[in-house]
């Protein structure tokens, strides 16, 4: 029997949901309950950045046992890839898995990026991604949004009728420095429990991914991946 099979009946009314978002410089675990087709907000920890590997586990324990709530009674899990820290992204996905896999929870995965023009009400939003350059999602030609890594190429390029949530201040300063038309909304971060909200529809619908696919949603190559490239050629 799948994950959606078994779960089809308890992400229902009631039913126990769980987010993780370890993206960002500062992170979020959080637990929601489905109130009809809406999510009551239970409760939710912060977590500071560089610390996700050693706080994670124990923040989503904690949670729980102050909710009174096994890992086997969740619904679904929410889990948001990307984009952000390398670093950040894994951690949190390994967690997801850890807790998803035995207790056979389905997940669901959604991009900080729309979890942040979702907050907004727009379509475009914009993170920091250092190096003088944005994660950016955009209306594509067919309609449905994209996201790339945005420097300032490409973000000279972005039509001045657009509206942007931005959700630090890294990236509303070259923001307003590479596009000074376009109208920034400044939005504070997204966290685990807005995940949860934009992805109830998602979770009552069943539309889970397979979690041996699940990866981040990273939209730059690695530290690892760019210098090690690097080194490769001028090796040569």
């Not at 990307?82 to 850890?98: H, N, Q």
């Not at 929870?105 to 991009?111: G, K, L, N």
């Not at 685990?192 to 990273?218: E, Q, R, T």
Request: a negative charge.
């Amino acid at each position: 029997m799948s994950n959606d099979a078994q779960h089809t009946g308890t992400v229902r009314d009631g039913g126990l949901l769980l987010g993780i978002d370890t993206c960002g410089p500062k992170g979020s675990v959080a637990l929601g309950r489905f109130s009809g087709p809406l999510v009551e907000i239970l409760g939710e920890t912060e977590l500071e950045g560089r610390s996700y590997s050693a706080t994670l586990v124990a923040a989503v324990e904690d949670l729980l046992a102050r909710a009174g709530v096994r890992v086997s009674e969740l619904g679904a899990i929410v889990a948001v890839n990307g984009p952000g820290s390398f670093t950040g992204v894994r951690v949190g996905l390994s967690a997801v898995k850890g807790l998803a896999e035995p207790a056979r929870i389905p997940v669901v995965a959604v991009s900080r990026l729309q979890v942040l023009a979702w907050k907004a009400g727009v379509e475009s939003a914009a993170l920091d991604a250092h190096r003088n350059e944005v994660f950016l999602r955009v209306p594509g030609l067919d309609g449905e949004s994209i996201e790339l890594l945005a420097g300032l190429a490409e973000l000279g390029m972005t039509p001045p009728s657009l509206q942007i949530a931005v959700g630090d201040e890294a990236a509303a300063v070259l923001l307003a420095s590479a596009c000074p038309a376009t109208t920034l909304l400044r939005i504070p971060a997204p966290t685990a429990a807005d995940a949860m909200k934009l992805a109830a529809p998602g979770i009552l619908a069943g539309k889970f991914v397979d979690l041996a696919k699940l990866d981040g949603h990273y939209l730059r190559r690695s530290d690892a991946e760019i210098f090690g490239a690097a080194a490769k050629v001028h090796g040569a």
